[in-house]
């Protein structure tokens, strides 16, 4: 396989104990081996693997392809069998932008006008005039990594605001396959929402430029559109019915925003489909202007009955998040307080020592709250969010929580920094045990919190296991990352019986089992559970007309009998041993 392949495709194809070893892991808790892993140089590379793989198929029937850019997915969405198609060594550049949007529509009007075309043909690696700050768009391949994405566009003023608590690791493919979205998700939405178009290769080896166009144009358009058209025309009111009533959701292939106000619009639905229905080598986002003042209103809550009420009068002010962490993680974060000073300067890490203080006082004190609730506000100038914090603490204060106002940018990152890192604390610390990401997820209403959140503990309080929970509450979306120990023999038990229990209750609350991390392999085997049998059957019918032959990340959104999608299948690769050198 290895050397027909090598005859076409430019980049590199590794076979190397090491390097299989190594992407037989992303985030989450399997492990499966892949036979290769390839490198694309560029999008020839992928058009010509992929028509490669598909005129194959029947030689070598496990034969399927893995998009993978970062390898930071917690559900198994990165990992495959076959062949894994890493996008971060090479298709990882600026292809264009920023530019305001405006330059984009006006375009054609313009170079009217301007027959030389100057501004329309200002790109990449050029210097950014001094544009007011507008919305924007960048043009970018999927393997440029957050971190380098976001140095250009905080350079112009602009933010993709749907960035995760991952940024720091993950890529831009990556957030495009799962529809990724963090802590601003809440007022600014998720990946979704900023996908203004992308190429895509599908399974002919083609690659096609994505993007909306109105309904009625869709007779001139190829057989894939008419055919997705019909399908999500046919089952109408099915599809309705079966929305989840929660502010996110990253389960099933997102059939509900493809058709909205006469506009037919392909990449709502590509968009967090885990690369099972093509692959993405060029993503357009919209990116728009960042906040210049904000601060945090940190709320200590003893008792969690009013936390839905609670919610619900915080969100009429509009933050630009609501957070939370519980008092676990606080523990956790000041038992390894040292790992917050790492890569800051002298300064900057007094101040932020001394802005640990009242944390430490409350270890001395045992009095660590239940749930630390972080409200962020943000506008032009400090006393315009000092305002808002200040009517927020006004209009709470009958529900007699402590609250603290952040005095400065140290105290803020402390809350954020335990927070974001609430994961990694778990991850790096405790011998013996590895988090075990499988209930990651769970979203419901936030006005069901209040009840939800006891029972859920009731569920876990019957198992010996430490866990922490942090999360999104302002739209009712929590991550629980237990620590489990993989050497004993019932821990593949408890993983699937809690992932069953849990799901159960989020279904009571008509939740969804993955606001943001997605299906992968880990999920997979729940979505009926969600679903229901018929809109199983759409999603079946959706990757059919893309898919056909199964060639694109087989097990993920529809299980499969060999490569994942079933319990059985998670049995079989939880990953035992793992090398923490291969560790994302
Ligand atoms: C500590 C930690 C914190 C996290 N926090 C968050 C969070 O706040 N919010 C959140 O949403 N997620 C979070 N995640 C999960 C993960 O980081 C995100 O989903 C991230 O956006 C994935 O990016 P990646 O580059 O690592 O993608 P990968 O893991 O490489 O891939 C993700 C999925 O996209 C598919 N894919 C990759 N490239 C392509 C392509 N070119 N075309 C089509 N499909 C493709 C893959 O097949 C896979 O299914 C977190 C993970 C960790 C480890």
């Known amino acids: 396989m290895k ?59 496990d034969l399927s392809i893995t998009p993978r850019c970062a390898g930071t997915d917690m559900s198994g969405g990165a990992i495959g069998e076959s062949i894994i198609l890493d996008f971060t060594r090479y298709m990882n550049k600026l292809i264009g932008g920023p530019l305001p949007i405006d330059e984009v529509q006006n375009n054609i009007s313009k170079k009217k006008n301007n027959p030389e075309g100057k501004r329309a043909s200002y790109g990449a690696g050029q210097k950014f005039r001094n544009y007011p700050l507008v919305p924007s768009y960048i043009t970018v391949q999927p393997g440029m990594f957050y971190r380098d994405f ?19 690791i993950n890529a831009m493919g990556g957030m495009f396959g799962n529809n990724s979205a963090g802590e601003r998700t809440l ?26 166009f109105p309904l009625n144009e ?27 009533k929660v502010h996110k959701n990253s389960a099933g292939y997102y059939v509900w925003n493809v058709i909205q106000n006469n506009i037919f619009d392909l990449n709502k639905l590509l968009v967090g489909s885990q690369g099972t229905l093509g692959i993405v080598t060029e993503i357009t986002f919209k990116i728009i202007p960042n906040n210049k003042y904000s601060k945090l209103v940190a709320i200590f809550m003893n008792d969690l009955s009013p936390l839905g009420r ?21 523990k956790l974060a000041v038992k390894f307080f040292p790992d917050f000073l790492k890569n800051k300067g002298l300064i900057a ?12 006082l409350m270890t001395i004190n045992g009095g660590f709250p239940k749930l630390i609730l972080l409200a962020e506000f943000a506008g032009d100038n400090d006393k315009i969010v000092n305002d808002k914090c200040v009517k927020l603490v006004e209009k709470i204060k009958d529900f007699r929580l402590k609250v603290h106002i952040t005095k400065n940018q140290a105290e ?30 769970i979203i419901v209403r936030p006005e069901f919190l209040p009840k939800f959140l006891p029972e859920l503990n009731l569920i876990l309080s019957k198992y010996d296991l430490l866990y922490t929970l942090a999360g999104h509450a302002g739209d009712g979306n929590f991550h629980i990352i237990p620590l489990m120990d993989f050497s004993r023999k019932d821990t593949t038990k408890i993983i699937i019986e809690l992932g069953k229990k849990v799901y159960d209750l989020v279904m009571k609350y008509q939740g969804s089992i993955t606001a943001e991390h997605n299906d992968g392999l880990i999920r997979t085997p729940f979505l009926e559970k969600m ?54």
């Not at 890490?349 to 430490?360: H, K, N, Q, V």
């Open 150 to 168: 976001e140095k250009i566009t905080l350079g112009k003023g602009l933010i993709l605001p749907c960035y995760t608590a991952s940024k720091s």
């Open 218 to 244: 869709i007779s001139e358009k190829e057989e894939m559109y008419k055919k997705i058209c019909d399908l999500i025309k046919q089952n109408e009111e099915e599809i309705k019915l079966a929305k989840p």
């Open 3 to 61: 050397s027909e392949i090598q005859k076409f495709f430019k980049g590199e194809v590794e076979d190397d104990e090491d390097t299989l070893q190594k992407y037989s892991h992303d985030a989450s808790l399997l492990e499966v081996r892949p036979k290769l892993v390839l490198f694309p140089k560029d999008s020839e590379d992928v058009k010509n693997l992929v028509k490669w793989v598909g005129e194959n198929k029947s030689r070598y029937p």
């Open 531 to 584: 679903y229901g049998e018929n809109i199983i059957k759409i999603f079946t019918e959706i990757k059919k007309i893309f898919d056909s032959k199964n060639i694109f990340n087989p097990g993920k959104k529809i299980p499969t009998e060999h490569m994942g999608g079933t319990k059985e299948y998670i049995a079989m690769h939880i990953a035992v041993e793992h090398d923490a050198r291969h560790a994302v």
């Open 310 to 330: 609670l919610v619900d009068e915080i969100l009429e002010y509009s933050p630009e998040t609501l957070e939370a962490y519980d008092d676990k993680t606080m």
């Open 412 to 441: 803020a990152d402390k809350y954020w920094d335990i927070r974001r890192e609430s994961f990694a604390l778990l991850r790096k610390h405790i011998k013996g045990m590895r988090t075990a990401p499988f209930i990651d997820d």
């Open 349 to 360: 890490m007094t101040r932020f020592a001394w802005s640990f203080l009242p944390e430490f």
């Open 187 to 212: 007022k600014y939405g998720k990946t979704e929402d900023y996908i203004l178009s992308t190429k895509v290769i599908f399974a002919d080896g083609v690659e096609r430029t994505i993007k909306p």
